[in-house]
Structure formats: C-alpha cells, structure tokens
C-alpha cells in the first residue's frame, strides 16, 4: 500500500514563499510520475504540476507557470513543490498525488493514490 504525506504548508504574506514536501512510503516511487494539486472551497480539484518519473521533464499550470517549480528525490522518495510570489487566490488545500503511469497527467483521474493534503493560506 502507497502512502504519500504531505507537509510544508501554513500561512504566508502575498509575495512570500513556501515549500511542500511529500513523502511516499514503498519502493516504487521512482517508477511513477507526480503531481500536485490544489482545491479551494467550493472549486474543483486544480492540477498545478506534474514531474516524470526521473524528474527530467514537468509540466505547469498557467496559473502556476513561473511561480511555482516541482521537483523530485527519488533516493528519498520524496517530491517537492516550491512556491513563490504566493498570491491570496492560492490559498487552498494542497495535495500530492502518484500518477498511473510513467507519463504526466493534468486530471485527478489519472492519479489513483493521494496526500491527505495541507493547507496554504495566502493574506494580502
């Protein structure tokens, strides 16, 4: 059984930053690709960011896309999501997920294990 924790989340300053981390348990993180993803009160599930399995491609939401970096340590089973100029409309539970397959997936149903999530809150 996969397990992923989350961690890294509070409460940030607009313009501030943070990291996440995510810890899998098992041996075969290095096998899958990862995501992050957030959801707001009353919105949809959000994919932010997506890494292969040997870190050497990703993938970003527009809304994410020069803020926010993903990256992975597969001798920790570890992956990370470092946010910058956090701005007041990402406060949200954030959440880790393992893809599938090898391949980077931009909808929740592509993932099929999940972080019980963090939350990030963003003041102006």
């Known amino acids: 059984q996969v397990q992923l924790v989350e961690s890294g989340g509070g409460s940030v300053q607009a313009g501030g930053s943070l990291r996440l981390s995510c810890a899998a348990s098992g041996r075969t993180f290095s096998s899958y690709a990862m995501g992050w993803f957030r959801q707001a009160p009353g919105k949809e599930r959000e994919f932010l960011a997506g890494i292969s399995r040997s870190g050497g491609s990703t993938n970003f939401a527009d809304s994410v896309k020069g803020r926010f970096t993903i990256s992975r340590d597969n001798a920790k089973s570890t992956v990370y999501l470092q946010m910058n100029s956090l701005k007041p409309e990402d406060t949200a539970v954030y959440y880790c997920?393992?893809?599938?397959?090898?391949?980077?997936?931009?909808?929740?149903?592509?993932?099929?294990?999940w972080g019980q999530g963090t939350q990030v809150t963003v003041s102006s």
């Open positions: 997920a393992r893809g599938r397959g090898v391949y980077i997936e931009t909808v929740p149903q592509e993932y099929n294990y």
